[in-house]
């Protein structure tokens, strides 16, 4: 009898953890344009990205890390010097906080949410050798964005608005990423 009683308190234990803690992976897609002065004029592209998240819901509230891998490309013009495309990749982290704006119970939920995102450039490629553009390795960006939770699968719309002048020459260069993203927690 004791063994039934641990084993009903364990099945309720695990039951109530996982709707505590959610975890699971994410892929997701990016158009990155660029607010570039010293420059005739960019050109916003796409890249892709992986990554695991972890959420712990608090009531109506959460909080969510993601570590992953991701690619960005754009492009700058500079007169007398040509149009440079750059592909970026390498390591990606965001902190987020948010709010169920509407609960749905276990069938899902819509969200808000505002946060911090950290890209490490670790892959860093240009198209054009004439210009000597340096980038900064390190990129920091406020996010912010919505989210709609529907069973196991998690649908992101965000934008990542970039503090860092990627640019370590005379001109600047900041990112602006909306991404676009699809997760499936297991828990």
Known sequence: MKNFFLASFLCICVNGFAQLIQIGPQISTNITSVNAKNFSSDHTNTGIGFAAFARVNLLLFYGQGEF???????????????????????????????????PLGKAGNIRLFVGYNWKNYSDISKS??????????????????????????????????????????????????????????FL
């Open 68 to 102: 992953g891998y991701s690619k960005s490309n754009f492009s700058v013009y500079q007169n007398g010097v040509g149009e440079t495309e750059f592909k970026l990749g390498g390591t990606d982290a965001s902190l987020i906080a948010g709010y169920k704006l509407i």
């Open 128 to 185: 054009n050798n004439l210009n000597s553009i340096a980038l900064e390795k390190n990129n920091h960006s406020i996010l912010g964005g919505v989210g709609a939770d529907i069973w196991r699968l998690t649908f992101d719309v965000r934008y990542l608005a970039g503090l860092t002048d990627i640019d370590s020459s005379n001109g600047e260069i900041k990112t602006g990423i909306t991404n676009f993203s699809l997760g499936f927690k």
